[in-house]
């Protein structure tokens, strides 16, 4: 990481000769790409570094060329001869998901969803004409093969995850059935393919674009699709109802010819039903293979989404096999599955979390019945504490969290904290025991320790809803939550 930093610094530089006044990595979602923000006293800018060069050019050239209709897309100012890293503008750090998490289903957040969708209609419409669709990652176009291909990607990472008996000739018929219904879609332009609140961010009152790199041609209904049924968003039934109505008005517009509404529809419910089990799939490689703590607690809302789909929508087309697997991953009890146990005000159980200095104090008294409990040795990991500039911080302070977060194994430390640990508290919460100790220990006691005993906690808070004692014994500081 240190290196990457390094090179995106020096090539910035390149760029811009004015000191870097701040730099930061933004946290990324699923992709392997990094992100990082630089400001000088005269701008600010996003860096990306990626190691797919074959992603990088598809979205430099498709950023080029949506420029030219004037799309809402981040103008590129500098790319590295070996095309790893390239600056852009810097779109500012609100998400269209962010507003709608802090204001809620409000009149500005219905026009923000507008106002996307109608810059959606006129980047699909108007950029099919400017984009060379030779620069594609994968497929060209989302036809047959790849909608089957999405198909598959369900299958594979989240329906054979949950051993249920299907007949795999009949299953595939019926992939094969919708993939080719679908792929008569009379409307087919520049598709986004990852069309997400999170990939829309606001600055000045505005929209702007992100993450369209895996564009290529396809159906207008399937972004669409993306945007309104998107299961941390959470739209309700008459917002998703009334934006498609807006959506189609404004395509017909830029067409400059009403749409078949009832044909449009139609397919817009299987693209839909595409986008649900492609989420699905996604978060099964991410959550079930990977096992990604982010992805696997996103599983149940996404099976509530496929659920309330399936018992309120049609999709045009009997699929005999499939709709019979479909009812069977959304029963009840599969869903419950995926749903972590919660505490209530009736749980008992209190986990107490340290941080420690190996040095100092070595490892904290249980002074519980039961003993037992975790302790992680956080020595494996840089330490901050070595450098000047972090000797006086301690891992509460965003400098050293910065540090932590961008320059050290700390993320992946704690994801396999997180799998060790989710597995004891929920066992502990449904056999109704009192007490579990986890420490974290460092050299000092003051940097990483800290760092991941908050995040644990924070964690587990957010997770289980479990009563928290949290005591960083070396910076004395003791607090309590949910007593």
Not at 60 to 88: N, R
Not at 201 to 212: G, T
Not at 306 to 326: D, M, P, Q, S, V
Not at 376 to 382: A, N, P, S, T
Request: charged share 25%.
């Amino acid at each position: 990481m240190e290196r990457i930093i390094e090179q995106v610094k020096a090539f910035f530089q390149t760029f811009n000769s004015n000191p870097i006044v701040f730099f930061e990595k933004v946290p990324k979602s699923g992709s392997d790409r990094m992100y990082f923000r630089i400001i000088t006293d005269t701008g600010s800018y996003i860096a990306t570094y990626n190691e797919n060069v074959k992603e990088n050019i598809a979205f430099l050239h498709f950023s080029k060329a949506l420029l030219k209709i004037h799309a809402p897309v981040p103008e590129i100012y500098s790319v590295h001869p070996d095309q790893k890293i390239y600056l852009q503008e810097d779109l500012g750090s609100a998400s269209l998901l962010d507003k709608l998490e802090a204001n809620g289903l409000t009149n500005d957040i219905s026009e923000l969803f507008k106002k996307s969708l109608k810059a959606l209609a006129w980047l699909q419409i108007k950029g099919d004409s400017v984009i060379n669709y030779d620069y594609c990652i994968t497929s060209k176009e989302f036809g047959r093969q790849a909608i089957m291909s999405d198909l598959l990607y369900f299958k594979y990472y989240f329906l054979d995850t949950l051993k249920i008996p299907y007949d795999k000739e009949k299953l595939i018929n019926d992939f094969e059935a919708l993939s080719t219904y679908l792929d008569h879609a009379k409307n087919k332009y520049f598709m986004f393919r990852d069309f997400q609140s999170r990939n829309i961010y606001i600055k000045n009152d505005e929209v702007h674009f992100i993450d369209y790199q895996g564009g290529m041609k396809g159906a207008l209904q399937y972004d669409v699709a993306s945007l309104l049924w998107q299961a941390k968003a959470n739209l309700p039934d008459e917002w998703k109802n009334s934006l498609l109505d807006y959506y189609m008005d404004c395509a017909g517009e830029i067409l400059k010819k009403p749409l078949d509404r009832l044909s449009f529809v139609s397919q817009y419910n299987g693209y839909v039903l595409i986008r649900l089990l492609q989420v699905l799939g996604a978060y099964g490689f991410r959550g079930l293979f990977e096992r990604k703590a982010h992805f696997l607690i996103s599983i149940p809302l996404a099976l509530t989404n496929l659920k309330w789909f399936l018992e309120n929508k049609e999709t045009g087309i009997a699929l005999t096999e499939f709709e019979r697997i479909l009812q069977l991953i959304i029963r009840d009890s599969v869903i419950d599955t995926f749903k972590p146990v919660q505490a209530d005000d009736s749980t008992p159980l209190i986990v107490q979390i340290n941080s420690f200095s190996y040095l100092k104090t070595g490892y904290p008294a249980d002074s519980s019945d039961n003993g037992g409990g975790f302790v992680f040795d956080c020595r494996g990991l840089m330490n901050p504490g070595r450098l000047e500039e972090f000797k006086q911080v301690t891992g509460r302070d965003k400098p050293v969290m910065d540090f932590l977060e961008q320059q050290s194994k700390m993320p992946e430390f704690l994801n396999s904290v997180y799998n060790l640990v989710d597995i004891a508290v929920e066992d502990y919460i449904r056999r109704g025991f009192s007490s579990l100790m986890i420490n974290f220990g460092c050299t000092g006691g003051k940097h990483r320790s800290v760092y991941a005993a908050d995040a644990l906690t924070r964690h587990l808070r957010n997770k289980f809803k479990v009563k928290v004692d949290l005591h960083h014994i070396e910076q004395n500081i003791h607090e309590k939550k949910g007593f």
